[in-house]
């Protein structure tokens, strides 16, 4: 074994060559990227008769996009910070499109044809409070009317074409929350609303240009608000009590408030407590009772009378005005696989502008939220466009009784990622339609060859990339020899299930979290529940996904078993007991079901499947499952042991209870933990042993059961320049998950998170802030076994006297030695990851998420302890890169080369069949998949190879034989003649 | 340094500056904690060429404040502004798709009322004049090299060719320069073993000898 390794290790280390790169005409090849935005919270449409109709969004994923309505393509958006949500949007002077952020404190101004900043404006504001924008409708584009902006007790009169702060008013001394503002049309006045502790209402009347108050009234409400609130017309509101059982008519006509109070029971029968719907329609709101949507007719002295109800799945949109003096809106209902598509008139609800029923896919939920948009017909009537949002968070453009677009939104909040196997081609062998004839053969390859060779006009690079696209075939849904095309399963957020083709990306299918216990569970995680490989090859590999009934931790879990090649739900249960981690234990059952491990929060896990096979199979191991839980808050790592059935507490046979092995405490005042990390439990190490130059031998310290911890001290924890170096200091720990033993320690002065780290093999690679340098710094620490060092000896391997083969417990106290060093890096990492390939042979790149959402593709030997400044001889042959103070950014190897993976969160790599090479899937609010090869690909011929430069060579070499050959017989005869 | 820079676009493009012009205002931070704001003002200029999608290039510029902690954008002009930022140390980043910049260290003084001081980190020079040059322009694809001979010759077909054409028109030449016995002899040789071998025919291989 360790022989083989001496052969084989220098020769792939000597392999490994500079990193991944690109020429242009490649991209898009084996890489794909999709884009997207998040679910949408805020739309408005931007329709006029010339230029280019687009609605304006803005997401959840802080993302204000403009879409093309027609196509729903993105003709530009902007990934605003994480904490920059945001609260409201609109389209000023008919060209800026105006977002307000960070809770009303920031607001800037877009242009809306290219999406150039225009102007940013920060305002101030004293706490968070709900904030409110208001973009007045302008019809006059050369008059400047102000837009108002309220957030954190200030009201701010902002001028929409330069951003400048014409007025603001200090709310916070008084406590008073603005609830609405209105701009009464013509009118330099405008009127704010709001509530002083939620039990007063006040009207203020201020003047639009110079901000002084004109008039003030208050009037108090002995009952108070719930907050509530629903504007119905330009001078009326209406509110809900703090019993939410009252509805309250406030009048604020020419500066007089006014309360009419309607108890819903009069309205409705029995009924209970009642919710203001969101949609503004004019002089009527909808208001949600006993589970049924009612609408409520606000008359002209703040009488209330039903006039509608409908039942509970109904969408609606923002009323709209459609002719002179009436508006309509829209609603959206469900009815089996089919959705209506109302719009009706305020006035006169039984007036049915529209009426349309589309099929809808069962997997995308129910609707939840619709803009609607009219246009007028080329015959003068009311057409209406509606932008739907569905509970899976696609977004759906229902124009005409059809679905003009669909983006898959969903995909934009992925939580999780695994991949899968394709079906296996079953018709025998069945090779793809590879060319139909020898020309068309040799004429592509020509093509080829022109363009490697540079010689191909822009046409024919087109020719050739769509001839690489279909030659390689890499879009069929079966699974190919090279493993390069599988699934790669993607859970997102809103609890739907995606499996895209890894050859374009595709969505092959996907399929809705469903529960019987709640509305909408969260997805959560993924897992390999069954992967048929030498028994029961027959049945077709499963996963296991895991989904949570809200967003706490203690809310019941709901669990999902999903046929990976169908995307058909096997079955599906409410657990009952909540989730905090799933252990997939390493043990598989008859039908090769892995076991998995759920605990709940009261300390018990339960164990999967529930069948008496796995019951047995996991008593046999009883006493080997240990895991771990960290505590962040409380800076604790325990350690867990089984210890019995929880039979006394309930009947459960499949529940146990544990018992604590281990606790490391970590000093609140000093440590504060802020990364742990362990190695990805399906890694494959080809070897244990690594060569030095002077033959010397080490071994890797190669556990399964190693975790990494990072911690700062307390003050270091914030963000950078909120601390000095001398006040912070980064602890990090390799820690024994069995026995709780630290085995190593190191201490880095002067530094800060946060940490981002990747663990492989026998190595950590971490990035942090070193604030004395004032840079960025990535430190590798390897771990090597010294208790395997003597066994370098021949003699002793051939008379058996090593320990080899002795078993490895955890219990023993390993004699390990750490080798680090650190380098400095010049950007800061959202995330970091490490290329794993089938066998664990080729060498490893590190593919580092930056900040400017790219992925660099670093080699591992750029991190290696054993770098010196003056490598000797022997060591450059072997590989070993001369030390430098930091760590190169070659742009060549960013393996997103010209795209942005928007909002990167996390990157994934799978390995395929080939040992050379490795899937990389990486998710934000961007998808981006591409294959690498860390070594190139050395057991494959690459696809620019170039079989027509091969064919030619060949027929040149023959041609040249027989010339030869003639030539030869030629001057034979001639010397015989002589 | 606010001018822009005339130069043939190429020219442009090498000398592509970006400078930082900062300088920090005191705001009434009111905000709930006693940290005195401050905040900071740059200015990323990219000079006009002529490389298509150098707008949309421009408008997709980011600057992210301490590892995105906050992120801005620019403005048309090219400035960009940090708002509320309290005193002490910060890092500003600038991504920008095709150019590489170095990170920027900036200090916000307290004492000097928001009097702002910054350096690049990656080649710890001082921004005295307040410009901040790009280090380099990235290229992210290999660039193909334009048709060659030579590329040709190098390939490994090239030098199967060229061995060929060596041993078609170079051997028969070595073998005239072989005595003429000792071809004989080897010929001889060859005849009797009845397949040529190629160590036999080599000079100086000498098994027969």
């Given at each position: 074994?360790?022989?083989?390794?001496?052969?084989?290790?220098?020769?792939?280390?000597?392999?490994?060559?500079?990193?991944?790169?690109?020429?242009?005409?490649?991209?898009?090849?084996a890489?794909?990227?999709?884009?997207?935005?998040g679910?949408?919270?805020h739309?408005?449409?931007?329709?006029?008769?010339?230029?280019?109709?687009?609605?304006i969004?803005?997401?959840?994923?802080?993302?204000?996009?403009?879409?093309?309505?027609r196509?729903?393509?993105?003709?530009?958006r902007?990934?605003?910070?994480?904490?920059?949500?945001?609260?409201?949007?609109?389209?000023?002077l008919?060209?800026?499109?105006?977002?307000l952020?960070?809770?009303?404190?920031?607001?800037?101004?877009?242009?809306?044809?290219?999406?150039?900043?225009?102007?940013?404006?920060?305002?101030?504001?004293?706490?968070?409070?709900?904030?409110?924008?208001?973009?007045?409708?302008?019809?006059?584009?050369?008059?400047?009317?102000?837009?108002?902006?309220?957030?954190?007790?200030?009201?701010?009169?902002?001028?929409?074409l330069?951003?400048?702060?014409?007025?603001?008013?200090?709310?916070?001394?008084?406590?008073?929350?603005?609830?609405?503002?209105?701009?009464?049309?013509?009118?330099?006045?405008?009127?704010?609303?709001?509530?002083?502790?939620?039990?007063?209402?006040v009207?203020?009347?201020?003047?639009?240009?110079?901000?002084?108050v004109?008039?003030?009234?208050s009037?108090?409400?002995?009952?108070?608000?719930s907050?509530?609130?629903?504007?119905?017309?330009?001078?009326?509101?209406?509110?809900?009590?703090?019993?939410?059982?009252?509805?309250?008519?406030?009048?604020?006509?020419?500066?007089?408030?006014?309360?009419?109070?309607?108890?819903?029971?009069?309205?409705?029968?029995?009924?209970?407590?009642?919710?203001?719907?969101?949609?503004?329609?004019?002089?009527?709101?909808?208001?949600?009772?006993?589970?049924?949507?009612?609408?409520?007719?606000?008359?002209?002295?703040?009488?209330?009378?039903v006039?509608?109800?409908?039942?509970?799945?109904?969408?609606?949109?923002?009323?709209?005005?459609?002719?002179?003096d009436?508006?309509?809106?829209?609603?959206?209902?469900?009815?089996?696989?089919?959705?209506?598509?109302?719009?009706?008139?305020?006035?006169?609800?039984?007036?049915?502008?529209?009426?349309?029923?589309?099929?809808?896919?069962?997997h995308?939920?129910?609707v939840?939220?619709?803009?609607?948009?009219?246009?007028?017909?080329?015959?003068?009537?009311?057409?209406?466009?509606?932008?739907?949002?569905?509970?899976?968070?696609s977004?759906?453009?229902?124009?005409?009784?059809?679905?003009?677009?669909?983006?898959e939104?969903g995909?934009?909040?992925?939580?999780?990622?695994?991949?899968?196997?394709?079906?296996?081609?079953?018709?025998?062998?069945?090779?793809?339609?590879?060319?139909?004839?020898?020309?068309?053969?040799?004429?592509?390859?020509?093509?080829?060859?022109?363009?490697?060779?540079?010689?191909?006009?822009?046409?024919?690079?087109?020719?050739?990339?769509?001839?690489?696209?279909?030659?390689?075939?890499?879009?069929?849904?079966?699974?190919?020899?090279?493993?390069?095309?599988?699934?790669?399963?993607?859970?997102?957020r809103?609890?739907?299930?995606?499996?895209?083709h890894?050859?374009?990306?595709?969505?092959?299918?996907?399929?809705?979290?469903?529960?019987?216990?709640?509305?909408?569970?969260?997805g959560?995680?993924?897992?390999?529940?069954?992967?048929?490989?030498?028994h029961?090859?027959?049945?077709?590999?499963?996963?296991?996904?895991?989904?949570?009934?809200?967003?706490?931790?203690?809310?019941?879990?709901?669990?999902?078993?999903?046929?990976v090649?169908?995307?058909?739900?096997?079955?599906?249960?409410?657990?009952?007991?909540?989730?905090?981690?799933?252990?997939?234990?390493?043990?598989?059952?008859?039908?090769?079901?892995?076991?998995?491990?759920?605990?709940?929060?009261?300390?018990?896990?339960h164990?999967?499947?529930?069948?008496?096979?796995?019951?047995?199979?996991?008593q046999?191991?009883?006493?080997?499952?240990?895991?771990?839980?960290?505590?962040?808050?409380?800076?604790?790592?325990?350690?867990?042991?089984?210890?019995s059935?929880?039979?006394?507490?309930t009947?459960?046979?499949?529940?146990?209870?544990?018992?604590?092995?281990?606790?490391?405490?970590?000093?609140?005042?000093?440590?504060?933990?802020?990364?742990?990390?362990?190695?990805k439990?399906?890694?494959?190490v080809?070897?244990?042993?690594k060569?030095?130059?002077?033959?010397?031998?080490?071994?890797?310290?190669?556990?399964?059961?190693?975790?990494?911890?990072?911690?700062?001290?307390?003050?270091?924890?914030?963000?950078?320049?909120?601390?000095?170096?001398?006040?912070?200091?980064l602890?990090?720990?390799?820690?024994?998950?069995?026995?709780?033993?630290?085995?190593?320690?190191?201490?880095?002065?002067?530094?800060?998170?946060?940490?981002?780290?990747?663990?492989?093999?026998?190595?950590?690679?971490?990035?942090?802030?070193?604030?004395?340098?004032?840079?960025?710094?990535?430190?590798?620490?390897e771990i090597?076994?010294?208790?395997?060092?003597?066994?370098?000896?021949?003699w002793?391997?051939?008379l058996?006297?090593h320990?080899?083969?002795?078993?490895?417990?955890?219990?023993?106290?390993?004699?390990?030695?750490?080798?680090?060093?650190?380098?400095?890096?010049?950007?800061?990492?959202?995330?970091?990851?490490?290329?794993?390939?089938?066998?664990?042979?080729?060498?490893?790149?590190?593919?580092?998420?930056?900040?400017?959402?790219?992925?660099?593709?670093?080699?591992?030997?750029?991190v290696?302890?054993?770098?010196?400044?003056n490598?000797?001889?022997?060591?450059?042959?072997?590989?070993?890169?001369?030390?430098?103070?930091?760590?190169?950014?070659?742009?060549?190897?960013?393996?997103?080369?010209?795209?942005?993976?928007?909002?990167?969160?996390?990157?994934?790599?799978?390995?395929?069949?080939?040992?050379s090479?490795?899937?990389?899937?990486?998710?934000?609010?961007?998808?981006?998949?591409?294959?690498?090869?860390?070594?190139?690909?050395?057991?494959?011929?690459?696809?620019?190879?170039?079989?027509?430069?091969?064919?030619?060579?060949?027929?040149?070499?023959?041609?040249?034989?027989?010339?030869?050959w003639?030539?030869?017989?030629?001057?034979?005869l001639?010397?015989k003649?002589? | 340094?606010?001018?822009?820079?005339r130069?043939?676009?190429?020219l442009?493009?090498?000398?592509?500056?970006?400078?930082f012009?900062?300088f920090?205002?005191?705001?009434?931070?009111?905000?709930?904690?006693?940290?005195?704001?401050?905040?900071?003002?740059?200015?990323?200029?990219?000079?006009?060429?002529?490389?298509?999608?150098?707008t949309?290039?421009?408008?997709?510029?980011?600057?992210?404040?301490?590892?995105?902690?906050?992120?801005t954008?620019?403005?048309?002009?090219?400035?960009?502004?940090?708002?509320?930022?309290?005193?002490g140390?910060?890092?500003?980043?600038?991504?920008?798709?095709?150019?590489?910049?170095?990170?920027?260290?900036?200090?916000?003084?307290a004492?000097?009322?928001?009097?702002?001081?910054?350096?690049?980190?990656?080649?710890?020079?001082?921004?005295?004049?307040?410009?901040?040059?790009?280090?380099?322009?990235?290229?992210?694809?290999?660039?193909?090299?334009?048709?060659?001979?030579?590329?040709?010759?190098?390939?490994?077909?090239?030098?199967?060719?060229?061995f060929?054409?060596?041993?078609?028109?170079?051997?028969?030449k070595?073998?005239?320069?072989?005595?003429?016995?000792?071809?004989?002899?080897a010929?001889?040789?060859?005849?009797?073993q009845?397949?040529?071998?190629?160590?036999?025919?080599?000079?100086?291989?000498?098994?027969?000898?």
């Open positions: 074994m360790a022989i083989r390794v001496f052969l084989l290790l220098p020769v792939f280390l000597s392999s490994a060559i500079v990193s991944f790169s690109l020429y242009e005409d490649q991209a898009g090849l890489d794909w990227h999709q884009r997207y935005i679910k949408v919270k739309a408005v449409f931007h329709t006029q008769k010339t230029g280019r109709k687009r609605v969004v803005s997401t959840e994923e802080n993302v204000v996009a403009s879409l093309d309505l196509h729903g393509e993105i003709f530009w902007h990934v605003l910070g994480t904490k920059d949500a945001i609260d409201g949007v609109g389209i000023a008919g060209k800026y499109v105006i977002t952020s960070s809770e009303g404190s920031t607001l800037r101004a877009w242009n809306l044809p290219d999406g150039q900043m225009v102007w940013e404006t920060a305002l101030h504001s004293a706490h968070h409070s709900k904030s409110l924008l208001s973009v007045p409708i302008n019809l006059k584009v050369d008059k400047d009317y102000p837009i108002t902006v309220f957030g954190g007790g200030y009201l701010h009169a902002v001028s929409a330069d951003g400048e702060v014409l007025w603001e008013k200090d709310f916070t001394a008084e406590g008073f929350e603005v609830q609405r503002v209105l701009q009464p049309l013509g009118s330099t006045v405008i009127y704010v609303l709001g509530f002083v502790n939620l039990s007063e209402a009207v203020y009347q201020i003047d639009s240009k110079s901000g002084e004109l008039a003030q009234k009037m108090a409400f002995p009952g108070g608000f907050g509530e609130i629903s504007s119905v017309s330009s001078d009326k509101v209406v509110v809900l009590d703090s019993t939410k059982s009252i509805l309250v008519t406030i009048g604020f006509l020419d500066g007089d408030i006014s309360f009419q109070k309607t108890p819903i029971s009069d309205l409705v029968e029995d009924s209970g407590n009642a919710e203001i719907l969101s949609p503004l329609l004019s002089n009527m709101l909808a208001v949600k009772v006993n589970k049924r949507t009612v609408f409520v007719k606000v008359g002209g002295e703040g009488k209330l009378e006039v509608d109800s409908l039942s509970d799945e109904t969408a609606m949109s923002d009323s709209l005005a459609v002719a002179d009436q508006e309509a809106f829209a609603s959206v209902h469900h009815e089996g696989s089919k959705i209506h598509l109302m719009v009706k008139l305020v006035n006169e609800l039984d007036n049915v502008l529209l009426r349309e029923t589309i099929e809808m896919d069962q995308r939920g129910r939840h939220k619709v803009f609607m948009n009219n246009y007028i017909r080329t015959d003068r009537s009311n057409g209406f466009r509606a932008l739907i949002v569905m509970e899976d968070h977004l759906l453009l229902l124009q005409q009784g059809a679905i003009v677009w669909s983006r939104e995909l934009a909040s992925v939580t999780d990622v695994t991949t899968a196997e394709l079906p296996v081609e079953k018709d025998g062998v069945s090779v793809a339609k590879v060319e139909h004839t020898l020309f068309e053969w040799l004429k592509g390859h020509v093509l080829k060859l022109k363009g490697s060779l540079l010689l191909a006009s822009p046409e024919d690079v087109v020719a050739i990339q769509e001839l690489r696209v279909k030659s390689s075939g890499k879009n069929k849904l079966t699974r190919d020899h090279n493993g390069f095309r599988k699934l790669i399963l993607a859970l997102t809103g609890g739907k299930l995606f499996a895209l890894t050859g374009d990306g595709r969505i092959v299918w996907s399929m809705l979290l469903k529960s019987q216990a709640c509305e909408r569970p969260n959560i995680s993924l897992y390999q529940w069954q992967v048929p490989h030498h029961a090859m027959d049945k077709n590999p499963s996963v296991l996904v895991v989904g949570r009934c809200g967003s706490d931790s203690s809310a019941p879990g709901v669990l999902s078993f999903v046929d090649y169908t995307g058909k739900e096997i079955t599906s249960s409410d657990i009952g007991h909540s989730v905090v981690q799933v252990l997939p234990l390493p043990f598989t059952d008859s039908t090769e079901q892995r076991l998995h491990l759920i605990a709940d929060t009261v300390g018990h896990v164990l999967y499947p529930k069948t008496s096979e796995a019951l047995s199979i996991f046999r191991e009883f006493q080997n499952i240990y895991w771990y839980t960290v505590e962040a808050d409380d800076g604790i790592i325990r350690g867990h042991v089984m210890k059935s929880c039979s006394g507490e009947a459960d046979e499949y529940c146990f209870t544990t018992r604590e092995l281990w606790t490391v405490v970590f000093p609140s005042e000093s440590e504060k933990i802020i990364s742990t990390l362990t190695r439990s399906n890694e494959v080809h070897t244990q042993a060569v030095n130059t002077d033959q010397d031998l080490l071994y890797k310290y190669v556990s399964k059961n190693l975790l990494f911890v990072a911690t700062v001290s307390p003050k270091g924890a914030g963000e950078i320049g909120s601390v000095t170096p001398e006040e912070s200091s602890v990090v720990y390799l820690i024994d998950t069995i026995t709780g033993r630290i085995l190593h320690r190191l201490s880095h002065q002067g530094c800060q998170g946060p940490v981002h780290a990747v663990f492989s093999e026998n190595w950590v690679v971490y990035h942090y802030f070193n604030l004395r340098a004032h840079k960025y710094e990535v430190t590798v620490v090597y076994d010294q208790s395997r060092a003597e066994n370098k000896n021949v002793k391997l051939i058996g006297k320990n080899l083969t002795a078993p490895i417990t955890s219990y023993s106290r390993p004699e390990v030695f750490t080798k680090s060093q650190s380098y400095f890096f010049a950007q800061s990492v959202k995330t970091i990851a490490v290329t794993s390939t089938a066998k664990g042979i080729t060498s490893k790149q590190l593919l580092i998420g930056t900040i400017g959402d790219q992925i660099l593709a670093l080699d591992k030997r750029f290696d302890p054993r770098r010196t400044l490598p000797s001889q022997a060591e450059k042959e072997e590989g070993i890169i001369p030390l430098t103070d930091s760590l190169p950014i070659i742009p060549q190897s960013y393996v997103t080369h010209s795209h942005r993976v928007e909002g990167l969160r996390g990157i994934v790599t799978a390995p395929s069949k080939l040992e090479t490795t899937h990389v899937f990486a998710y934000g609010v961007d998808l981006f998949y591409t294959r690498l090869a860390p070594s190139k690909t050395y057991d494959s011929l690459t696809d620019d190879f170039s079989y027509a430069l091969l064919l030619i060579t060949i027929v040149v070499l023959v041609a040249a034989i027989y010339i030869t003639a030539l030869s017989e030629k001057k034979e001639s010397e003649w002589r | 340094m606010t001018q822009i820079i130069s043939s676009p190429v442009a493009f090498i000398a592509l500056q970006i400078s012009i900062f920090a205002s005191t705001l009434t931070c009111t905000s709930g904690s006693e940290d005195s704001c401050y905040t900071i003002t740059g200015r990323v200029k990219i000079p006009p060429s002529n490389v298509i999608g150098h949309e290039k421009f408008s997709n510029v980011k600057v992210l404040l301490n590892g995105g902690h906050k992120i954008f620019l403005r048309p002009d090219g400035y960009f502004t940090f708002h509320k930022v309290p005193a140390t910060h890092l500003i980043e600038v991504s920008a798709m095709g150019y590489f910049f170095s990170p920027v260290r900036v200090d916000v003084s004492r000097h009322r928001g009097k702002v001081q910054a350096t690049l980190t990656e080649t710890r020079r001082s921004l005295t004049e307040m410009v901040l040059e790009p280090l380099r322009e990235e290229q992210y694809y290999e660039i193909r090299e334009p048709f060659n001979v030579m590329n040709i010759v190098k390939s490994p077909m090239g030098l199967m060719v060229g060929m054409v060596v041993v078609v028109f170079l051997m028969p070595l073998m005239e320069n072989i005595d003429p016995e000792e071809m004989k002899q010929q001889e040789e060859m005849r009797r009845g397949v040529p071998s190629l160590t036999s025919l080599l000079p100086g291989a000498g098994a027969s000898r």
